[in-house]
Structures are given as C-alpha cells and as structure tokens.
C-alpha cells in the first residue's frame, strides 16, 4: 500500500523551531517529487513548498510566506521527507500535509502560541 | 489574495450536473489540477492535467475537467451524495515555479 505518513506536530511558541517528518512507503521514493501544504483552522489550502527527485535536479521552492524561514529537505535512502521551520509566527499555525498530489498524508497539526 | 478565484460556494441537486470553476491568468499557460477534501480528511485528487481530462484510479467518471482561457473547470455530470465536498483547483502561479490553489469551493448536494 502507497503511505505518507506525517509525524513531528505539537505546540510551538512564536520565535521557536520545529522539524516535521513525512515517511513514504509502497513507492519508489527517489523518483518522486514531493510537496509540503499547509491549511489554517477553517481555511482552504496553501502550497508550501516542494522538492524535485535527485534525478530531476533536486530543486526546491518555497511559497513567499516561508522563504527563508522553512527548509525542505529529504533522504531518499530512508524515504522520508522532511520540513524544517524556524522563526515560527503565529499565523503558520495550521495541518501540515506532505505530498506526492497523488498520495496525501493525514496531516500534522502544529500549533504556534505563547 | 489567490492567484485563482473560485466561487466560495455553490450547489446542485442531487443528480444533476454541476459546473465548478476556477479564474487565473496562470490557467492560460499551465494545467490546473482538482482536489476534494471532505470533512476531517486529507485532499484527494480527482482530475489532473485538466485540459486533458485525466482521472485517478478509482476517481468515478462523472468527473471531469474541460479548459477555456482563463478558466478552468470541474464538471460533475449526475452529482451524489458523496460528492458534498469542498473542491480546490491548483495550478502553477504565473512565475511559473510556484504552485497555487485556488480559494476552494463548498460544493452542496440538495
């Protein structure tokens, strides 16, 4: 079975770190280009960000909101997917979706709040 | 602001066809992709390359996409139950390295 599953959510204070994980299964994951998507409580979604395969140049691009505050990364040796985010703001608060457009993963929810 | 614009709610009967559609001056150069996402659960694609039509595996084929200009749409021919969803259309922005989606669409079956 095709899997992505996220892990790595929690309550974070505005200024503070976290990294989210997303670990794929059932597909070849070094071929795969991925993207994180973000949705605040209530709203519609918002692309994040993404990451090429190795093969396709490995490029990465980030929406406006978090360039230079989120770093995508991934290991294609453990499939996993990975988001880095610093500088937390409140209105980053939201479910955090990795994806392959085909496959979505069930979201972890990070929230941002002194 | 979205780069594209979707009507934020519409509605149709049970049975009937319902045309959703999304507006962005990106959608004259790239494809637009179509999400569902119900309640509690994660988006699921169901049209990709809209110009082309092309369902997923398992996606019922009273969806479908079509392409005019600036607009894209998502036509379910003979809407259920199941259908009552909110619908968002993605695309690349006009940079051309970006991706957008649309504001999302609360789809009523009556």
């Known amino acids: 079975e095709v899997q992505l599953v996220e892990s790595g959510g929690g309550l974070v204070k505005p200024g503070g770190s976290l990294r989210l994980s997303c670990a794929a299964s059932?597909?070849?994951?070094?071929?795969?280009?991925m993207s994180w998507v973000r949705q605040a409580p209530g709203k519609g979604l918002e692309w994040v960000g993404r990451?090429?395969?190795?093969?396709?140049?490995?490029?990465?691009d980030y929406a406006a909101p978090v360039k230079g505050r989120f770093t995508i990364s991934r290991d294609d040796s453990e499939n996993m997917l990975y988001l880095q985010m610093n500088s937390l703001k409140t209105e980053d608060t939201a479910v955090y979706y990795c994806t392959t457009w085909w496959i979505w993963g069930q979201g972890t929810m990070m929230i941002v709040s002194s | 602001s979205s780069e594209l614009t979707q009507d934020p709610a519409v509605s149709v009967a049970l049975g009937q066809t319902v045309r959703v559609t999304c507006q962005g001056d990106s959608l004259t150069k790239y494809y637009a992709s179509w999400y569902q996402q119900k309640p509690g659960q994660a988006p699921r694609l169901v049209i990709y390359?809209?110009?082309?039509?092309n369902r997923p595996s398992g996606i019922p084929d009273r969806f479908s996409g079509s392409s005019s200009g600036n607009t894209a749409s998502l036509i379910i021919t003979g809407a259920q139950a199941e259908d009552e969803a909110d619908y968002y259309c993605q695309s690349r922005a006009a940079s051309g390295s970006h991706l957008v989606f649309g504001g999302g669409t609360k789809l009523t079956v009556l």
């Open positions: 390359d809209n110009n082309n039509n």
């Open positions: 059932g597909l070849t994951f070094s071929n795969v280009w």
């Open positions: 990451i090429k395969s190795k093969t396709a140049g490995g490029a990465i």
